[in-house]
């Protein structure tokens, strides 16, 4: 169990970039695995991308492939979405969850989420 903080959401244009951050309130974060969620209103929670404990493998969901980069710090117990070339039907509000084993691509194999953040990517 982690608490997490997710930031760097805001309003930006079609094209643009967002990094998001989400800081760990744990030590032990570099034993979990992180993953990005997203949710758009009236729409289901997605996955977004992973990834493992030591950032050696991640998984990004094909809407994102390409444009998307997650990362990790362990020494600063933050992880990292790097968001670029961004559409109009990227705007949700992100989520980050911590997972205790594996490298869940599903909402229900984490066990820690973040408040959200909102993006929100104008055309």
């Known amino acids: 169990q982690v608490q997490l903080v997710e930031s760097g959401g805001g309003l930006v244009q079609a094209g643009g970039s967002l990094r998001l951050s989400c800081a760990a309130s744990s030590s032990s974060f570099g034993s979990y695995a992180m993953g990005w969620f997203r949710q758009a209103p009236g729409k289901e929670r997605e996955f977004v991308a992973a990834?493992?404990?030591?950032?050696?493998?991640?998984y990004y969901a094909h809407s994102v492939q390409g444009r998307f980069t997650i990362s990790r710090d362990n020494a600063k117990n933050t992880a990292y979405l790097h968001m670029n070339s961004l559409k109009p039907e990227d705007t949700a509000v992100y989520y980050c969850?911590?997972?205790?084993?594996?490298?869940?691509?599903?909402?229900?194999?984490?066990?820690?989420w973040g408040q959200g953040t909102q993006v929100t990517v104008s055309s």
């Open positions: 969850a911590a997972a205790s084993y594996g490298l869940p691509i599903v909402g229900a194999g984490y066990n820690s």
């Open positions: 990834i493992n404990w030591s950032g050696g493998r991640s």
